[in-house]
Structure formats: C-alpha cells, structure tokens
C-alpha cells in the first residue's frame, strides 16, 4: 500500500513539475507576465499580468485555453472587470464595474452565448440598456435609455419585431471631441468618433452613434498603452442572425490599412497624461492582447441587433484605434 501511494505521489510530482513557471518581460515597457507552460508548450495554470508591479489581470489556462474567472485590475487595485471562461469561450457571470464598485454591466454567457437579463448602466447608477437573452437571441420589450435613464431612445419588441418607440432622430451629436471619465483607470480621457459605418440590413439597438459612444465609454484599453501612444488597426468579422444574436466575432492585427474609410471605423483616444507619455515600441504580445480586449468589448456592447433580413448578415470591420496622436 505505501509502494502504491509513493508512487501516486511521484507521478504527481511529475505533473506538477512538467507545468514550469514562465515569466515574459516587455522590454519597452513596464509590463510583466507570469505564467506556466506545459511540456508541449501550452499555457496552463494560474496567469497573471502586471504592470508598473501592479497586478492588471489575473485568470487561468488549461491547455491553452482560458478557464474560469478572469479578472481586470485598475492600477488603483479596483476590479473593474470579471469573465468567466470554458475553454476559451465565454461562460458564467459577467460582472463589469466602475472604479466607486458600482456596476456597468451584469449578464451571463452560457457556452458562448448571452442568457438571461442583461443591464448596461452609466456611472450614475442608472441603467441605459436593458433586456433578455435566449441562447443568444434577444427576447422580449428591450429598451436603450438617455444618460438620464428615462428619457427613452429606442424600445423594441423582438419577438414581435416591432418598434415600440424610436427617438433617435431627436439625438444630437458633435463632431468635436468629447471627455468622458475612464470607468477604470479613474482619470480623464477624451474621445472622438470620426466615422460612422452600418452594416448591410443591421443595426444595434439604439443605433450606431449611442453604441459606439457605449463602447468608447466602456473600452478596456490596455493599461500599458495608456502611457505612450499607439496607432494600430483591427479587421473584425462577424455574424448577426436574423434572431438579432451575435456570432462569430474574430479580430485579427493588420499592419497596414487595406480598406476605404467607408468599411471602417476610426476611435481617437487622448488620456490626458502629457507629462507622463513615452514614445515606445510596443510589444507584440501586447497588441494581441489589445485585439482580446477588441473582441470581448464587441461583444459585450453591440447589439442586440435588429435585423431587416431574413438572412444572417456577414460583417466586416476596419476599426482603426489611434492612442494619444492626431
């Protein structure tokens, strides 16, 4: 019996040793990842990035494949958000905050699918998009607020798609810059949207301006691009069903702009650390890691879609994201 337990333990050993902790430096910044890999050369275990030796985020890998709970740190040790994952794709609660710990987002993912109630608020506490999820499939009355949270810009009914209320022409928008509050780095930013793009016979609830200024809002920039500035761009694709759910997101790096402006879209972040920026090469990982933070954020924010066509409706998207430059 103890031959037979020594030898569990030896074999566990072996396990356990085969997983050898790694650590990655970024050479032009002040970012650090620690990981283990396995003998294959696989990501597996505990992850954990970081950056000016603050934790950023934290999550785990088996097989190289993200599972259960990842968490994002604001460099003020605030939790602004946490995904849950199984086997790379998403499943478990959503939970995104703003730095006072209030809430902006509360859903749940099934198997990569959004299930359940979905509430989107603003840092006022009040709730600016809200509705239900089947299988992915919006349900029911969905309504997109004003930053008021009464004020009501859109209410649709999916199952009977129809429109119950649309007062998106009454919107006003500028073409000027404008500042919002980094819901998770707790400084200032400013914003500006310069191009506007549908896809064929879709669009999100409340229209496309008020999603994206959604998306902006909330857009988790990685924390070491902050600090420098960066101009880079994303070629998305995706997959909206004549249901109005969301499929098939892939966002893919490319170094050179190979789309008219028409296809595209342009978001122009400042944050407002001019005494503090540097002119650094960015590293690769941390690009890739950037078009993660692409994919999760489109799928969080857009949608969910009305769609004119009985058909799914295949997008493409150049989205081109310029960092503290004109």
């Not at 809430?103 to 509430?119: F, M, Q």
Request: aromatic share 16%.
């Amino acid at each position: 019996m103890k031959r037979y337990l020594l030898a569990i333990a030896v074999l566990c050993m072996a396990f356990i040793a085969s997983d050898k902790p790694e650590k990655k430096y970024f050479r032009y910044s002040k970012t650090v990842e620690n990981y283990f890999v396995d003998g294959d050369g696989n990501l597996n275990g505990k992850f954990e990035r970081t950056y000016d030796e603050r934790v950023v985020e934290t999550g785990t890998y088996l097989n190289g494949k993200k599972n259960g709970t990842w968490t994002s740190t604001s460099t003020q040790g605030k939790i602004i958000k946490q995904l849950a994952y199984k086997n790379d794709v998403p499943d478990g609660k959503v939970n995104l905050f703003f730095a006072d710990g209030k809430p902006r987002v509360t859903g749940v993912y099934i198997n990569g699918l959004k299930e359940g109630s979905w509430n989107y608020y603003n840092s006022k506490d009040k709730v600016v998009k809200t509705g239900v999820y089947s299988k992915g499939v919006p349900k029911g009355v969905w309504f997109f607020y004003d930053e008021d949270g009464k004020s009501i810009i859109e209410k649709y009914d999916f199952d009977q798609q129809k429109q119950l209320v649309d007062n998106r022409s009454t919107l006003h928008f500028s073409d000027d810059e404008i500042k919002f509050k980094s819901d998770y780095m707790v400084k200032n930013y400013r914003y500006r949207e310069v191009i506007d793009v549908p896809a064929p016979g879709a669009r999100p609830l409340g229209g496309y301006r008020k999603t994206k200024e959604l998306f902006a809002k909330n857009f988790e920039i990685p924390q070491d691009i902050w600090f420098t500035y960066v101009s880079q761009t994303y070629f998305v694709t995706y997959k909206i069903s004549p249901t109005g759910s969301f499929e098939d997101i892939t966002v893919s790096r490319i170094k050179r702009s190979n789309l008219r402006y028409k296809t595209g879209m342009d978001f122009y972040f400042f944050t407002e650390y001019d005494n503090h920026l540097q002119r650094v090469n960015i590293d690769e990982r941390t690009l890739f890691h950037f078009a993660d933070k692409i994919k999760e954020d489109f799928d969080l924010f857009y949608g969910p879609w009305i769609v004119d066509s009985h058909e799914n409706v295949n997008g493409f998207i150049q989205m081109n994201f310029v960092v503290n430059q004109q």
